[in-house]
């Protein structure tokens, strides 16, 4: 059975994949944070520092040493950003959907990203 297909004899709301939800809110929230990083380092006159010098504290914090210069900590922080927002993306879409049939689920994870 497809993700987007309802059950036979059921007329219930299609259910979508928990992954292509979690992926889209993640993607879309990585997207935001990326495009106000720009938006403020573009107004102090230096576009990508941001992610340049979070990029430069992954690497130290890793133990890795690259001196190719800002292009390589801009990348690796980008795809760091992507990845951890993806994650926690999917992670609350499992919880929202899991609270369908446990709404006190949902008061329980209010209570603890709160």
């Not at 107004?43 to 941001?50: K, N, S």
């Not at 040493?65 to 801009?74: C, I, L, S």
């Not at 795809?79 to 709404?103: D, K």
């Amino acid at each position: 059975m497809d993700d987007d297909r309802r059950p036979q004899g059921r007329q219930s709301k299609p259910r979508r994949s928990v992954l292509r939800e979690g992926t889209i809110a993640g993607l879309m929230g990585a997207g935001a944070v990326a495009v106000w990083f720009l938006i403020v380092d573009a107004a102090r006159g230096a576009p990508l520092l941001v992610p340049s010098a979070l990029g430069h504290l992954l690497f130290h914090a890793t133990g890795t040493a690259v001196t190719e210069g800002r292009t390589a900590h801009v990348i690796a922080y980008t795809a760091f950003h992507v990845a951890a927002f993806v994650v926690v993306g999917i992670l609350v879409a499992a919880v929202l959907r899991r609270s369908e049939r446990q709404p006190s689920l949902l008061a329980g994870a209010v209570i603890l990203f709160v």
